[in-house]
């Protein structure tokens, strides 16, 4: 492939291995460009990356070699099913760190989402691809992903993601799920920090947590060092008032014994929303724990346990909205999973591109409709 082709993908999936022994009518790096150039396009299956292909055919052919024109959709169907998705996840993670470098302080979000219509029979819905992602909220992009193997694997899922990562000091949030001493050991050896939400999965903890936060903010914490930050926002009649409270006498108020279980531990948090709408109020207190020191004061330990969510709105919401990948029927072999990679990298390409003043699904129309916009997207 000539280097004006190779400049139109991102450098390191130009040597993917080729799932195919033999009749290889098409070149892998034909067919994995097609697919990521119509899936930013548009497309949203197979048959439209197909037809994508056809009605592009001519221009495609001025830096695509395309020996035998596009493959059908039964090739691509194929293809992206057999596709090793390790060797995919591990191009794909190359060419990330290649634009978003993990630093000191980074919010780095762990998150998985379920694509809903990925199971391949109707009556078994446990069968649906589940991906966790990991998406530094600064650059508000896909860092790195992996398949669960479903719903209830999530959690070696979330410790396979992190073993492939250097965190070089990113701090970490995950919900729940991810408090876990194993996993907030696992952060630390990969040079991370992390901030953790205490619930029932840690029963004793969570029990032992809001029991002593409760009663050192009674007592406006005496004699424990401490800091406090508030935080009123509010829209559409709604008001919502943030109270966050961090100590970092953790062995005092933990007890040493079940500090100690915590590889790391170092700040407690208790963080308080009060939510004022149409004249109702609700008032809800949450706890986290944290590796991180004095140095990171209350107002930025709030940043980092609201910006976690952003991996909602950015992302998933992105994927769903955007994508419409929810809907998607792609279910058989690696297809689900590999069509979930190729579609964060175009959404990551679109958020890179920023000279088009409106939202992701018409950046995609946009790239439909001029070539020369594709290209600018392709190459931001």
């Given at each position: ?10 450098q390191?999936f130009?040597d993917?291995?080729?799932p ?18 119509a899936i930013?396009?548009g497309?949203?299956d197979w ?5 994508y ?5 001519d221009?495609?052919k001025t830096?695509?070699k395309?020996?035998h024109g596009?493959p ?6 194929d ?9 995919f ?6 060419w ?9 302080g980074k919010?780095?979000a762990?998150?998985g ?5 990925s ?13 966790v992602s990991?998406?530094?909220?600064e ?8 398949e ?5 694997q999530?959690?070696?899922a979330?410790?396979r993601?992190l073993?492939?990562l250097?965190l070089n000091?990113?701090?970490?949030t995950?919900?729940?799920l ?6 907030a050991g696992q952060?630390l050896?990969?040079?991370g920090n992390?901030?953790?939400p205490?619930?029932g999965?840690q ?14 903010i009674?007592?406006?914490f005496?004699?424990i060092?401490?800091?406090?930050f508030?935080?009123?926002?509010g ?12 100590c970092?006498d953790v062995?005092e108020l933990?007890g040493?014994e ?5 590889p790391g531990l170092?700040?407690?948090i ?19 724990i944290s ?18 969510w952003?991996i ?5 919401w992105?994927l769903?909205?955007s994508f ?6 792609v279910?058989k072999?690696h297809?689900?999973?590999?069509l979930?990679r190729v ?5 990551n390409?679109?958020?890179r591109?920023s000279t088009?003043k409106?939202?992701?699904?018409n950046?995609?129309k946009?790239c439909?409709?001029?070539?020369d916009?594709l290209?600018?997207?392709l190459l931001a």
């Amino acid at each position: 492939m000539d280097t004006q082709a190779t400049a139109r993908i991102p450098q390191p999936f130009c040597d993917m291995p080729d799932p195919r022994r033999n009749n290889r009518r098409h070149y892998l790096i034909d067919i994995i460009t097609i697919a990521l150039f119509a899936i930013i396009c548009g497309a949203e299956d197979w048959e439209a990356v197909a037809l994508y292909g056809r009605c592009k055919v001519d221009w495609l052919k001025t830096f695509l070699k395309l020996p035998h024109g596009v493959p059908s959709h039964d090739t691509f169907n194929d293809v992206f099913n057999r596709l090793d998705p390790d060797a995919f996840e591990s191009r794909f993670q190359a060419w990330m760190a290649s634009l978003v470098q993990l630093s000191a302080g980074k919010l780095l979000a762990i998150d998985g989402k379920s694509l809903r219509r990925s199971f391949e029979h109707g009556w078994d819905k446990n069968g649906m691809a589940h991906m966790v992602s990991a998406f530094v909220q600064e650059n508000r992009m896909v860092f790195a992903q992996v398949e669960a193997g479903g719903l209830g694997q999530e959690l070696s899922a979330i410790e396979r993601l992190l073993s492939m990562l250097d965190l070089n000091g990113a701090v970490v949030t995950i919900d729940a799920l991810g408090c876990n001493p194993h996993i907030a050991g696992q952060i630390l050896e990969r040079n991370g920090n992390y901030v953790l939400p205490v619930k029932g999965n840690q029963e004793t903890l969570q029990a032992k947590l809001s029991l002593a936060m409760d009663e050192a903010i009674l007592e406006n914490f005496a004699d424990i060092q401490h800091d406090i930050f508030e935080q009123t926002d509010g829209d559409h009649g709604r008001i919502e008032t943030r109270k966050l409270w961090v100590c970092w006498d953790v062995q005092e108020l933990l007890g040493k014994e079940l500090a100690g279980q915590w590889p790391g531990l170092k700040a407690l948090i208790a963080i308080e929303r009060t939510r004022e709408l149409n004249g109702k109020t609700s008032c809800q207190r949450h706890y986290y724990i944290s590796s991180l020191d004095r140095r990171t004061k209350a107002k930025g330990l709030a940043g980092y346990i609201r910006g976690h969510w952003s991996i909602e709105n950015n992302l998933h919401w992105q994927l769903d909205v955007s994508f419409n990948e929810d809907q998607r029927r792609v279910r058989k072999g690696h297809g689900a999973e590999n069509l979930s990679r190729v579609t964060r990298i175009g959404l990551n390409l679109l958020k890179r591109e920023s000279t088009a003043k409106c939202g992701i699904a018409n950046k995609r129309k946009n790239c439909g409709w001029s070539n020369d916009y594709l290209l600018k997207v392709l190459l931001a």
